[in-house]
């Protein structure tokens, strides 16, 4: 049912009394139900703050859920994915393309004909091939000049194969010319893209995955993974909670910034009996908890001073996190989290 500003103020004149109008939909009952608890959220001016979870207020026969404020804390990619073996192949042969249309050297220009400069030229062009380490022998003005191309997988298009060529043409360029032949001159390789983290499998380390975007996970006392999470407080507003909820969950030894003012998505858990609690005597069925998204500049998380006694915490990609998150609740978080 679309209702428009109109229609939804009718039908919450409809609703304010006790009882329920037979007319209105579900959805839109909902729908305000939810409207209702945001203006309620909020206590009006001159109201002593308290500590007291926030619930949402129970129309007639609906149950009641604690509200919690989640954090959905994630570390962006740190360089740039890895190509898929076409992008590689192809990636070549735009290389060996480029250097089959590359114009010939006029080595007559430099090189007197017939002088032993022209001759040393030769003998050096023909050793070389190439000039170009990084595609591999090839002449583009050869007669095999057309098979420029690789097989799918070939160990020539893998970038680590291209800077290893590179380098070793470097050195064997530089030690050739150098005057001092008792030292051998080496030149300094590129970092690795996997790190020491990726080799040990360190899930709790930041200095994993560099290429994908890892997000935070904790354990609870109960043993179930989950985003930072903890219930809202009166007089607080979501962002507040989820700043509140970060730093007593994860620790203060992370410079953080969160994004906007509005949750991301939220997730809805069902108990199978109504909870009560034993101290105020409150009865509620559930859960909701509505998701801030967050990134982490540096630092680290710490649970020594959790308010929840976490167990544990882990650094997760989105494929990862199906494996230690229950079904029903990876269903909710799952399009708030970034393909890469």
Known sequence: MATGSNSA?????????????????????????????????????????????????????????????????????QITRDLEPFEKAFF??????????????????????????????KNKIKERRTPARDVGNYNAYDSDAWNDELLLGAKESEPDHMVEALVHDAETTANATSQDTSKKEEIPRPFSRVTEADKKGDQRSLNRLLSR?????VQSKEGYWKFPSMPIQKDETLREAAERTLAQTAGVNMNTWMVGFHPAGHHVYTNRKPHVDQATGAVTHGEKTFFMKTRIMAGQADLSSSAEQLKDFKWLSKEEIPKYVLPQYYSHVKNMLADR
């Open 213 to 217: 975007t890892l997000y935070l996970l």
């Open 9 to 77: 103020r009718r039908i919450a004149s409809l609703m304010r009394p006790s009882r329920l109008d037979s007319s209105v939909c579900r959805s839109c009952q909902e729908s305000l139900g939810r409207r209702n608890y945001a203006s309620a959220a909020t206590a009006p001016s001159g109201v002593a703050s308290s500590t007291a979870p926030v619930s949402t207020p129970s129309l007639t026969g609906e149950p009641v859920y604690t509200i919690n404020a989640g954090v959905v804390l994630s570390r962006p990619p």
């Open 92 to 121: 070549f042969y735009q290389k060996r393309l480029n250097e089959r249309l590359a114009l010939p050297f006029t080595k007559y220009f430099y090189f007197k004909r017939g002088t032993p400069a022209d001759v040393d030229w």
